[in-house]
Nanobody
Framework: QVQLVESGGGLVQPGGSLRLSCAAS????????MGWYRQAPGKQRELVAT???????NYADSVKGRFTISRDDAKNTVYLQMNSLKPEDTAVYYC????????????WGQGTQVTVSS
């Protein structure tokens, strides 16, 4: 059974920081690219950041220079360090696993709420 479990969300003031974690189980983690997406109320889900099997990263323009995605294959975990948070970063953040070797398989976590407000 595949599980992606996000944690680390919460309420933070503008300018603050949070680190999200996504622990994966039931997959061979090293075969997957990992990503973070977010969905704000009334908006479509959008890409925040991705990291490939070999560690190459990609970011949405809106978070470049503020967010950092990383992975620890020994812990089957992907992280999203979020700094200089803005109210417009408020959303539910979802972890995604996208298999990059072999058959196409994609999985999603249940999401974690991030609220940036004073």
């Amino acid at each position: 059974q595949v599980q992606l479990v996000e944690s680390g969300g919460g309420l933070v003031q503008p300018g603050g920081s949070l680190r999200l974690s996504c622990a994966a189980s039931g997959i061979i983690f090293s075969l997957y690219g990992m990503g973070w997406y977010r969905q704000a109320p009334g908006k479509q889900r959008e890409l925040v950041a991705t990291i490939t099997r070999d560690g190459s990263t990609n970011y949405a323009d809106s978070v470049k220079g503020r967010f950092t995605i990383s992975r620890d294959d020994a812990k089957n975990t992907v992280y999203l360090q979020m700094n200089s948070l803005k109210p417009e970063d408020t959303a539910v953040y979802y972890c995604n696993a996208d298999r990059q070797l072999g058959p196409t398989l994609k999985f999603w976590g249940q999401g974690t709420q991030v609220t940036v407000s004073s």
